[in-house]
T-cell receptor, first 116, second 112 residues
Framework: EAGVTQFPSHSVIEKGQTVTLRCDPISGHDNLYWYRRVMGKEIKFLLHFVKESKQDESGMPNNRFLAERTGGTYSTLKVQPAELEDSGVYFC??????????????FGSGTQLSVL | SQKIEQNSEALNIQEGKTATLTCNYTNYSPAYLQWYRQDPGRGPVFLLLIRENEKEKRKERLKVTFDTTLKQSLFHITASQPADSATYLCALSSGGSYIPTFGRGTSLIVHP
């Protein structure tokens, strides 16, 4: 079974440019999450999809970040325009939709974003 | 504000010994607590989940305790091996959204 895949693994862009990160969750996982780790800090929650619907986007830093999950399969996270403080590792995770309670999350390897 | 504290200093131990990692939290009433392992350049990998009404959980060489009075979880790896060297993250979920909130993690280094 394929795991969570993220693309690209690394991205180096200049301040003001646009970057789009992609996440393919494990097949059949309705829940998809985006997290971010900024250097030296903890992994922080950005948002949560259930199928194609945004369930919780309380962690999104500002309106320069736009996440989509059309059709409830893969998801994209676009940063436009990118700022220096957006640098970090962006993780995507997915989990099964098995009722309530804490979910076991399966993570991708992350996208290392460097904004220069 | 809610805080999850894990020792930022790396834990160095000899192979064969038991490693014990600590996760403390404040201003939080988690319903669930999870432990993940993270290797360099990879995403976290789920290890164990324990519920607030459970005191202890075991899986092979791993043991987790959860003390809601002390607001603390201990994560033990018995008979540690160099392959256990990694960063270990604790993550708490409240009874609302159940989405895990992560600590910064503690690096474990097991010396042969």
């Amino acid at each position: 079974e394929a795991g969570v895949t993220q693309f690209p693994s690394h991205s180096v862009i200049e301040k003001g440019q646009t970057v789009t990160l992609r996440c393919d969750p494990i097949s059949g996982h309705d829940n998809l999450y985006w997290y971010r780790r900024v250097m030296g800090k903890e992994i922080k929650f950005l948002l949560h999809f259930v199928k194609e619907s945004k369930q919780d986007e309380s962690g999104m830093p500002n309106n320069r970040f736009l996440a989509e999950r059309t059709g409830g399969t893969y998801s994209t996270l676009k940063v436009q325009p990118a700022e220096l403080e957006d640098s970090g590792v962006y993780f995507c995770a997915s989990s099964q939709a098995t009722g309530t309670g804490a979910k076991k999350l399966f993570f991708g390897s992350g996208t290392q974003l460097s904004v220069l | 504000s809610q805080k999850i504290e894990q020792n930022s200093e790396a834990l160095n131990i000899q192979e064969g010994k038991t490693a014990t990692l600590t996760c403390n939290y404040t201003n939080y009433s988690p319903a669930y607590l999870q432990w993940y392992r993270q290797d360099p350049g990879r995403g976290p990998v789920f290890l164990l989940l324990i519920r607030e009404n459970e005191k202890e959980k075991r899986k092979e060489r791993l043991k987790v305790t959860f003390d809601t009075t002390l607001k603390q979880s201990l994560f033990h790896i018995t008979a540690s091996q160099p392959a256990d060297s990694a960063t270990y993250l604790c993550a708490l979920s409240s009874g609302g959204s159940y989405i895990p909130t992560f600590g910064r993690g503690t690096s474990l280094i097991v010396h042969p």
